[in-house]
C-alpha cells in the first residue's frame, strides 16, 4: 500500500519551507506541507503588533541561499518578513504544496505499511513516507491563569492576535509581560494609550540597538554584486558567535566577555532611564545569556514618561476594570494586552501528538526520559521523521543557521538512504545517548549551569531544570556535523539494535 504522499510536513513557516526546498533538491517532490493558519510565515504572519521587527540583522534573518538585497533597515520590521516569506514560497514552487488553515491532531508510524499516518481535524487522514515537524519554537502562545481574568470586561489582546482595527488612543492600558516582544510593543503603545502600566516579573538584558534605514544605493549595490552582501552577512554572524557562542556557551572560559556584556546593557539602562528606582527594578538579577537578550534604543526611555508606570509586584487577581497587585494596589484600567510568551516545553516539545513504533509516544518519552534528539532532528523509534525544533537543535542566535544545518542533514541522511536502496532510517539508541552525553557534557561550561539564572524565569529552561533548548556549538561546527554525521549512527531498512 503506497503512501499518498513522499513526505508530510507541518508548519508553514521559514523551517517548514527550507524542508520543502530541500525535499524538491532530493527529488522528492511529491509533498504537501499543512499549515493551521490561514497563510504561509509561521511567527510573522501570526504576529503584527505594532513595533514587530527582527531582534537578528536582516542580511543573517535570511536563508544565506536566498538573500534579500532590499531590507529596508539593519532590523526590517515584520511586514518586510513576511514579504520575504511569500518571495520564497512563490520562487521555489512550494506554495502550491502548502494546504491552510489546516490543523493536524497527531501522527502515527504505521508498522505494517512502513509509513505514517497524519490526522487531520475533521477526521481526514493522509499517508507519507516521511514525516517532517517544522512547528517552530515559539508557537504555542500562553496566557498565564490569573484569577478574575475571565470577568476583565476591557478589551483584552494577545500579542499573537493583534486587532489592527483596535485604537489605543487615550486607552488607560496593562502590558503584562517584559520579554522580547514587550521590549518592541512597550514604546508603541506609549504612543497612543492616555496612561500605560507595564508588568513585570522578570527584567531583561537589553542592549543598544544599532539601527539605521539601509539607503537605496546600498540595496542597489547589494543586488548587483552578492558578494557585498555576503561580506556584511559574515561580520554580523562573527559578532553573533562571539555573544552567544563564547560569552554564553562558553561562560566558564569567557567570564569576562560576559560581564562585560552585562556591564554594557547596565550602562545602556543608565544612560536612558532618569529614575534610580526604575532603573533598579528594571536590572536583571542574573548573568546575561541566562535569558535570551534583545535590542532596543526606544524601551527603557519609555518609563521616564509620566503617563507610563513599571509595577513589579506579582499579580493577585483580574477584576471587571482592572488589576490588583499582591500588595493590594488595584490598577485600573480598559485595556489588557498580553506579551506573555509561548509555551515550550508542555505543549510545543511535540507540538501535535506523534506515536512511533511499538506505540512510544514522543511527548511522553521526552518527558520521562529527559529532552533529547540526535543531532538535533531525530529520535529513536520514529521511523522516518524529522522533527525540525527538537532539544538541542537551536544553534546561534539566528534561526536560519539552525534550519539550513537541518537542510544538510536532510540531504546526507536521505541521500544515504537512496543510495543503499532502503525505503526508512531510524537513528540507533548508541548514536542518541553518545550525542546526548556529548552535549550534556558541553553545556556544563556555559552560563546556563555554570553562571547564576536562577532568578531568569527563561525558556532556555524546561520543567526539569535542564537547558535543552540550545545546541552547544558554533555555527561552523554545527554546518560541519550536519554534512560529515557518521552514517552508521542509523539503521536503514530494519529495525536498529
Not at 53 to 72: H, K, R
Not at 262 to 272: C, E, G, I, P, V
Not at 383 to 393: A, G, K, T
Amino acid at each position: 500500500m503506497a503512501p499518498r504522499y513522499d513526505a508530510i510536513v507541518v508548519g508553514a513557516g521559514f523551517g517548514g519551507m527550507g524542508a520543502g526546498i530541500e525535499l524538491d533538491r532530493l527529488g522528492l517532490s511529491n509533498y504537501v506541507i499543512l499549515e493551521r493558519e490561514s497563510d504561509l510565515g509561521g511567527t510573522w504572519h501570526v504576529n503584527h503588533y505594532p513595533g514587530l521587527a527582527v531582534d537578528i540583522a536582516s542580511v543573517t534573518y535570511s536563508y544565506s541561499f536566498e538573500p534579500n538585497p532590499y531590507w529596508t533597515r539593519l532590523f526590517a520590521p515584520g511586514a518586510e518578513l513576511k514579504k520575504y516569506a511569500a518571495h520564497v514560497a512563490d520562487k521555489y514552487g512550494l506554495r502550491r504544496r502548502m494546504r491552510f488553515d489546516t490543523v493536524v491532531d497527531g501522527a502515527r508510524w504505521d508498522e505494517e505499511h512502513q509509513h505514517w499516518v497524519v490526522s487531520i481535524e475533521g477526521g481526514e487522514t493522509l499517508t507519507g513516507r516521511f514525516l517532517l515537524t517544522a512547528t517552530g519554537f515559539l508557537s504555542q502562545p500562553y496566557t498565564p491563569p490569573f484569577p478574575g481574568i475571565d470577568t476583565f470586561e476591557g478589551k483584552i489582546i494577545h500579542t499573537t492576535a493583534w486587532d489592527e482595527d483596535f485604537d489605543l488612543t487615550g486607552r488607560r492600558a496593562a502590558i503584562i509581560g517584559t520579554g522580547a516582544t514587550a521590549v518592541q510593543l512597550v514604546p508603541e503603545v506609549a504612543k497612543k494609550a492616555a496612561a500605560l502600566t507595564v508588568f513585570q516579573r522578570t527584567p531583561i538584558w537589553v542592549v543598544p540597538k544599532v539601527d539605521a534605514p539601509i539607503p537605496a544605493p546600498v540595496q542597489r549595490l547589494f543586488a548587483k554584486v552578492p558578494v557585498t552582501q555576503k561580506a556584511a552577512r559574515l561580520v554580523n554572524t562573527s559578532m553573533l558567535e562571539a555573544l552567544m557562542v563564547v560569552g554564553v556557551l562558553h561562560y566558564d572560559q569567557a567570564k569576562p566577555l560576559n560581564k562585560a556584556a552585562a556591564l554594557l546593557a547596565k550602562a545602556h539602562l543608565r544612560a536612558q532611564v532618569r529614575d534610580k528606582k526604575t532603573r533598579e527594578q528594571l536590572t536583571p538579577h542574573y548573568d546575561f545569556g541566562c535569558k535570551r537578550p534583545t535590542f532596543s534604543n526606544e524601551y527603557f526611555k519609555t518609563f521616564n514618561r509620566p503617563h507610563v508606570r513599571l509595577e513589579t509586584n506579582s499579580i493577585d487577581h483580574v477584576t471587571p476594570d482592572g488589576i490588583v497587585t499582591a500588595d493590594g494596589h488595584k490598577t485600573e484600567i480598559d485595556t489588557l494586552i498580553l506579551a506573555t510568551g509561548f509555551n515550550l516545553w508542555d505543549v510545543n516539545f511535540p507540538a501535535i501528538e506523534i506515536i512511533g513504533r511499538d506505540g512510544v509516544n514522543l511527548g511522553k518519552f521526552w518527558r520521562d526520559n529527559r529532552f533529547q534528539a540526535y543531532e538535533g532532528i531525530t529520535v529513536p523509534k520514529f521511523p522516518n521523521f524529522l522533527s525540525l525544533n527538537s532539544p538541542y537543535s537551536y544553534s546561534g542566535l539566528s534561526y536560519f543557521t539552525t534550519i539550513e544545518a537541518q537542510m544538510k542533514h536532510m540531504a546526507r541522511l536521505l541521500g544515504e538512504l537512496f543510495r543503499r536502496g532502503e525505503t526508512t532510517f531510524e537513528v540507533t539508541e548508541a548514536a542518541n545517548e553518545r550525542f546526548l552525553d556529548t552535549v550534556t557534557d558541553k553545556l556544563g561550561s556555559s552560563v546556563f549551569y555554570g553562571g547564576d539564572c536562577a532568578s531568569s524565569r527563561s525558556y532556555y529552561f524546561n520543567q526539569h531544570g535542564e537547558a535543552a533548548l540550545l545546541r552547544p556549538n558554533s555555527t561552523v561546527s554545527t554546518h560541519r556535523h550536519a554534512v560529515s554525521f557518521p552514517l552508521d549512527d542509523y539503521a536503514y531498512g530494519s529495525v536498529p539494535a
